[in-house]
Nanobody, 126 residues
């Protein structure tokens, strides 16, 4: 069974930075796509970023491109989301997700992912 545990959320001022971590266990992720989604109050969960474990290719939503960066540490079975130049509209619960079956078109869809973490709150004050 795959378990994903996020950490690193918190309260930060506009323009600040945070780094989220997602520690995976239960299997190796060499064939997986790891993604970050977020859900703000009253809104649907939305795709933020993804990284293909094998090779490290990354994908980003337009709203975070140039400000967020995803990476992975193979030895630690952990993916990261470095968030810079944070804005109040980035405030949300951030979730880590994983899937072994994906296409470039499907990666932005919640339904493409089999495994989810519990989420970590990110609050950006103005």
């Amino acid at each position: 069974q795959v378990h994903l545990v996020e950490s690193g959320g918190g309260l930060v001022q506009t323009g600040g930075s945070l780094r989220l971590s997602c520690a995976g266990s239960g299997r190796t992720f060499s064939r997986y796509l790891m993604a970050w989604f977020r859900q703000a109050p009253g809104k649907e969960r939305e795709f933020v970023a993804a990284i293909i474990w094998s090779g490290g290719r990354q994908y980003y939503a337009d709203s975070v491109k140039g400000r967020f960066a995803s990476s992975r540490d193979i030895a630690k079975n952990t993916v990261y989301l470095q968030m810079n130049s944070l804005k109040p509209e980035d405030t949300a619960v951030y979730y880590c997700a994983a899937t072994a079956a994906f296409t470039i078109e499907s990666m932005i869809k919640m339904t493409s992912y089999e495994y989810w973490g519990q989420g970590t709150q990110v609050t950006v004050s103005s």
